[in-house]
């Protein structure tokens, strides 16, 4: 019995400090994955809020037909984010084309986030503008 004894210990030692490796390891795994799934939702809630802006800007101008009141509509809804905003609203009729581009916050590194497919916001937006037209008395 107590070469059995003896084996059972070489083994315990053979394995000390295994489990610690593993656990490391994972909780790694873990936390990278975790860093990358809230990065991706950071990323489409910033492009969503852009877009909602544009959206709204681009109204604003059709309405008004002044660029300059779409902008300043812009920078009221998104605040500090630091996007480039282009109003283009024609005379008359038409469609206001409001073109949106800027860089999405990363929480990662800046190596590896600009390798990201979300890392930028680019948006194009056209909204039909309506211009109200008096009915005519029928003859």
């Given amino acids: 019995m107590p070469q059995r004894a003896r084996s059972q210990a070489l083994e315990a030692s053979a394995q000390r400090g295994a489990g610690i490796f593993s656990s490391v390891f994972g909780l790694m795994f873990?936390?990278?994955?975790?860093?990358?799934?809230?990065?991706?939702?950071?990323?489409?809630?910033?492009?969503?809020?852009?877009?909602?802006?544009a959206y709204d800007a681009g109204r604003?101008?059709?309405?008004?037909?002044?660029?300059?009141?779409?902008?300043?509509?812009?920078?009221?809804?998104?605040?500090?984010?630091d996007a480039d905003i282009a109003i283009?609203?024609?005379?008359?009729?038409?469609?206001?084309?409001?073109?949106?581009?800027?860089?999405?916050?990363?929480?990662?590194p800046e190596r590896f986030a600009t390798a990201l497919p979300f890392a930028s916001i680019d948006r194009t937006i056209e909204i039909r503008r309506e211009v109200f037209v008096e009915a005519q008395d029928a003859p």
């Avoid at 009729?93 to 916050?105: A, D, H, L, Q, Y």
């Fill in 88 to 108: 283009a609203v024609p005379s008359g009729e038409g469609t206001v084309v409001v073109t949106v581009s800027g860089e999405n916050p990363s929480l990662l």
């Fill in 30 to 53: 873990f936390l990278t994955f975790m860093l990358l799934a809230v990065q991706v939702l950071w990323s489409l809630y910033a492009t969503s809020v852009v877009t909602s802006a």
């Fill in 60 to 81: 604003t101008a059709a309405r008004s037909g002044d660029a300059g009141a779409g902008q300043a509509r812009f920078a009221q809804a998104i605040g500090g984010y």
